[in-house]
């Protein structure tokens, strides 16, 4: 089973740059599809973006331009640089692998990476 491993959070001001790292070891060779989802104290979870195992890419509407999903497959790891950030982007942010055919409820999730945007 991959078990994702979320890191690189931190509290910054509006504006400012984060990189967040989800370090999944086997999820290439167990064709996860990568996802970012997070959660804001008191909000639904709700999702980021996600890469998939052919090597696209999508973002929920609020990350586009600002959010960026890549990959090193050498260092089993996923990263979502996150660009212009704003106190609304306060949040946990979690990696979730999906093995093929793993019903959503079944993915696996990281312990979560803080991130904190001060005005």
């Known amino acids: 089973q991959v078990q994702p491993v979320e890191s690189g959070g931190g509290s910054v001001q509006a504006g400012g740059s984060l990189r967040l790292s989800c370090t999944a070891p086997?999820?290439?060779?167990?064709?996860?599809?990568m996802h970012w989802y997070r959660q804001a104290a008191g909000k639904e979870r709700e999702w980021v973006g996600s890469?998939?195992?052919?090597?696209?890419?999508r973002y929920r509407s609020f990350a586009k331009g600002r959010f960026t999903i890549t990959k090193d497959e050498a260092k089993d790891t996923v990263y979502l640089q996150l660009n212009s950030l704003k106190p609304d982007d306060t949040a946990e942010y979690f990696c979730?692998?999906?093995?093929?055919?793993?019903?959503?409820?079944?993915?696996?999730r990281g312990p979560g990476t803080q991130v904190t945007v001060s005005s």
């Open positions: 979730y692998c999906s093995p093929p055919g793993t019903p959503i409820e079944d993915w696996v």
């Open positions: 086997g999820f290439v060779s167990a064709r996860c599809g």
């Open positions: 890469l998939d195992r052919d090597g696209n890419i």
